[in-house]
Every structure is written in C-alpha cells, then in structure tokens.
C-alpha cells in the first residue's frame, strides 16, 4: 500500500524462497532455526541499511516499522535456537546485540541470494 499510494507504482513481485535440501521437521528443527536467524539478520540489516536512503515519509515509517518487525523475528529465532542447545553469533541471548547492524544492498543481496528461486 505504501508503494501504490504515493507513488502509484507497483510493487516488485515477491521474490520465491527455496531452502534446498533442508526439509522443515522435528528431526531438523535446529538447522531450519539456524537458516532463518541468518536471514532474518539479513533482513534486518537491509531494512536499516535502506533507511537512510528514503526520503518519502511514508515510505520511511513503512521500513521502519518493518526492520523493527524483523528484528523482533531475530530475537524469537535466536531465544528457540538456544532453547534448543544451539549458539547463536554474538552473546548467547535472544537480543544478541545492543544495536542492530545495517548492510548495504549489494551485502543484502548476497545473503538471500541462495535462497531465492530464479
């Protein structure tokens, strides 16, 4: 909605995740965790790392909002993979940092890249 109304532009299409080999299930759960933390600290770095880019306020608000939802996400995963005796980058909490970490687009990129069906 953000995209359509001020700028009545259409969105790019949502990209497809492949995951390869790594089948979602209980016999796994800590691989499937582990994937997801790193791209959620992907998202989470694009999102604050395009913030500063955007000049459109309501665009703005809108990656705000969203780096901030993706950051609740990394925190969520981080807590199950520890829950589940695993370790996570940094210290061993579920808020494994005082300040998120910002990437460029082209850091972005490469980080889901593997992830994304062609």
Same mark, same amino acid.
């Given at each position: 909605?953000? *995209?359509?109304?001020?700028?009545?532009? =259409?969105?790019? +299409?949502?990209?497809?995740?492949?995951?390869?080999?790594?089948?979602?299930?209980? +016999?796994?759960?800590?691989?499937?965790l582990? &994937?997801?933390? +790193? !791209?959620? @600290?992907?998202?989470?770095?694009?999102?604050?790392?395009?913030?500063? !880019? *955007?000049?459109?306020?309501?665009?703005?608000s809108?990656?705000?909002?969203?780096? =901030?939802?993706?950051?609740?996400?990394? +925190? *969520? !995963?981080?807590?199950?993979? !520890?829950?589940?005796?695993?370790?996570?980058?940094?210290?061993?909490?579920?808020?494994?940092?005082?300040?998120?970490?910002?990437? @460029?687009?082209?850091?972005? &990129?490469?980080?889901?890249?593997?992830?994304?069906?062609?």
């Amino acid at each position: 909605d953000t *995209i359509r109304g001020p700028f009545g532009a =259409m969105p790019v +299409a949502r990209p497809q995740f492949t995951y390869g080999e790594l089948q979602f299930n209980s +016999a796994n759960r800590l691989k499937v965790l582990e &994937t997801l933390v +790193a !791209l959620e @600290t992907a998202f989470t770095g694009a999102y604050l790392g395009a913030i500063p !880019l *955007i000049q459109n306020k309501a665009v703005l608000s809108a990656a705000a909002s969203i780096a =901030m939802n993706e950051e609740a996400h990394l +925190a *969520i !995963l981080r807590d199950a993979v !520890l829950s589940l005796g695993g370790r996570v980058e940094g210290p061993q909490t579920p808020v494994g940092r005082a300040f998120a970490v910002s990437i @460029t687009p082209q850091q972005a &990129t490469q980080a889901v890249q593997g992830f994304i069906r062609k």
